[in-house]
């Protein structure tokens, strides 16, 4: 028989979107910005079987339990399945054990967030256990975490690929994490567990910190020396993680105001930055994962991203390289265009976003057509611009895009709303940040609105269509001007003004 106690329960989390210099948001975070996270259970089982090296609980009819077994085939969660292995002799523990082991503990990342929560839970539970079973490498990550966390090495059992283990009681914590998307509980549990008395003075040498991957086994950043060698003259100091104590990589990350690093597990310690860090993380363009951005998220972290160079695969198409190392363009301009973008936002992303439920729910009851995908990507790219930006927007009776874009509006931001009929609420005596075509998607229409206003917008602003590829007349309008960009959502296309002539 087996009893389920449940810690937390289910939900559903929502992302704010990264920011970056990329014109059109990677459709890797246009999808993964919501997740609904199952509850967090602890089962226990009388005379419950464990098996491998992943900690596989088998119930009594034979079947997996399945919140427990992350990367098994559900087609093998039967009764015919187990019988028909080799299975070693089984070895039996009278006494309570908890089940702690999961897949690929030996990576930093996994560690971190699929076996110490599930000690959490065990906590949170209120059971007292004999032993835990753990997969274990001896990594001494492994041995400082559980050290600090109270759980002596002479009541670990420690995983093995032949393992077949029988206990009078089997203790079973949820594993936490889903295809990379952790729970904001297992980062607050995390941070309260394992920076209690640790954190020091902030060390003024890791104030803007580089991560390196110069010991990983793939994904290497290929032209690393000349990138730090960049940073440096920005007073960045690189840091490469795995060759810290736990202590030290605390301590590092607690001091950090500014976090640039390639995809990798050494992002993990985002976990002790403090509210308001920086974050750059850059990819390879054939492989943009979402775990950090979500982690920052949790974290109250300002995230932004970037792809190196490189074709990008289709929209919807995922390679999912894994291995593909990362070169980062080092022309002097865009890095130093990135770097002024990321240090001039004074004050973290505003909370309030048009992905979250609620604040869909109020802006869907304003009048106007446009969508919950096209109104996250419209707030993104207004939170892209600088402080006292100059945003217009060109618009019919339809008030909804004006309220999203102001929700988003960047510090000391202006926004100016003018109709249909080419009439401002007030005079626009500067030149444009971004400028906002939502108005008659008709040919001459779109047309009139370009000769206008492009000659208003800066050098670097952005011009961005409303129905563009879904209403001929947009898309006409725009290619008889020789506009090239981007689409950044369904039907949004969005131009940045180079230093050149319009042509007409």
Excluded at 239 to 253: N, T
Excluded at 429 to 445: P, R
Excluded at 470 to 477: H, I
Aim: charged share 20%.
């Amino acid at each position: 028989m087996y009893s389920c106690k449940e810690i937390y329960p289910m939900h559903t989390a929502y992302c704010l979107f990264p920011k970056s210099l990329d014109q059109g948001l990677d459709w890797t975070f246009c999808m993964q910005h919501h997740h609904s996270f199952p509850p967090a259970l602890v089962t226990t089982l009388s005379e419950g079987r464990v098996l491998g090296l992943d900690g596989k609980v088998i119930l009594h009819d034979g079947r997996l339990l399945g919140d427990a077994s992350k990367g098994y085939n559900a087609s093998f969660e039967s009764l015919d399945f187990f019988p028909n292995l080799n299975l070693p002799d089984e070895e039996y523990i009278d006494g309570t054990v908890a089940v702690l082991a999961a897949p690929y503990s030996n990576c930093y990342y996994h560690w971190m967030f699929d076996v110490l929560p599930r000690l959490h839970l065990l906590r949170q539970s209120g059971i007292t256990c004999d032993k835990y079973l753990v997969n274990w490498d001896g990594l001494s990550f492994q041995t400082e975490t559980l050290t600090m966390l109270g759980v002596p090495e002479n009541k670990l059992i420690k995983s093995k690929p032949d393992l077949y283990l029988k206990a009078q009681r089997l203790v079973i914590p949820s594993l936490s994490t889903h295809a990379g998307y952790v729970p904001e509980w297992v980062c607050s549990s995390l941070r309260s567990e394992l920076l209690c008395g640790m954190v020091s003075e902030p060390i003024e040498e890791f104030r803007k910190i580089y991560i390196s991957r110069d010991d990983a086994i793939h994904r290497h950043v290929v032209n690393e020396k000349e990138l730090i060698t960049f940073l440096s003259d920005f007073g960045f100091s690189a840091v490469l993680p795995g060759s810290l104590s736990l202590a030290e990589q605390i301590s590092i990350f607690s001091s950090a105001q500014v976090v640039i690093a390639p995809h990798g597990a050494g992002l993990t310690n985002l976990l002790f930055c403090n509210p308001g860090t920086k974050v750059i993380e850059f990819f390879s363009p054939n492989y943009v994962r979402h775990h950090y951005w979500w982690l920052a998220n949790h974290l109250g972290l300002d995230y932004y991203y970037f792809e190196g160079l490189g074709d990008r695969p289709p929209r919807g198409i995922s390679h999912f390289a894994r291995t593909d190392n990362i070169e980062v363009s080092l022309d002097p301009a865009n890095l130093i265009e990135l770097y002024r973008k990321f240090i001039r936002i004074a004050e973290p992303i505003p909370k309030n976003n048009a992905a979250t439920t609620t604040d869909w729910q109020h802006i869907a009851l304003i009048e106007g057509c446009l969508s919950q995908p096209v109104a996250v990507a419209l707030q993104w790219l207004v939170r892209q611009l600088p402080i006292r930006a100059l945003v217009v927007e060109l618009g019919t009776s339809s008030r909804r895009a004006s309220v999203v874009i102001a929700s988003a509006l960047p510090p000391a931001g202006h926004f100016y709303y003018i109709n249909e009929l080419g009439d401002a609420n007030c005079d626009v005596l500067n030149l444009c940040d971004m400028v906002f075509v939502n108005t008659k998607s008709d040919y001459q229409s779109v047309r009139q609105a370009i000769l206008r206003w492009y000659p208003m917008l800066k050098i670097g602003g952005y011009m961005v269509f409303h129905n563009y590829g879904w209403l001929t007349g947009v898309k006409k309008a725009v290619l008889s001007f020789g506009l090239n960009g981007h689409f950044i959502a369904e039907s949004l296309w969005c131009h940045r003004k180079a230093d050149e002539l319009l042509r007409r």
